[in-house]
């Protein structure tokens, strides 16, 4: 009775020394202090991303209306979607944090 009792508070010990570690970082602390401030996008900023989204998608469909895409509107296409590439990556990557 008493090594099932010794082995069951061992056990119990090892689970808990185990689950108290962080495994995920290694037990490093994050360098924002709230966790979610990088990479993260403002109102503003994501109201900017869908109007320009909006956008591209309003003149995707009125390119392709009538049947045939010509170089000039591939062009314009491709150069909308690059700007909106960078204006997330540039969104993204700038010093804004989002309010609460």
């Not at 508070?9 to 970082?25: E, G, K, W, Y």
């Not at 979610?36 to 956008?55: I, P, V």
């Not at 390119?63 to 045939?68: L, N, P, T």
Request: proline fraction near 1%.
């Amino acid at each position: 009775m008493k090594k099932l009792i010794i082995l069951g508070i061992a056990f119990t010990l090892f689970i808990a020394s185990a689950s108290a570690q962080n495994v995920r970082d290694g037990g490093k602390r994050d360098k924002t202090p709230n966790g979610f401030n990088s990479h993260q996008l403002t109102r503003g900023e994501k109201f900017k991303l869908n109007k320009n989204d909006a956008r591209y998608k309003r003149t995707q469909h009125r390119v392709r209306h009538d049947g045939r895409v010509t170089h000039g509107e591939k062009r314009k296409l491709n150069k909308m979607r690059k700007h909106d590439r960078h204006e997330t990556y540039r969104f993204k990557h700038n010093r804004h944090t989002r309010k609460f």
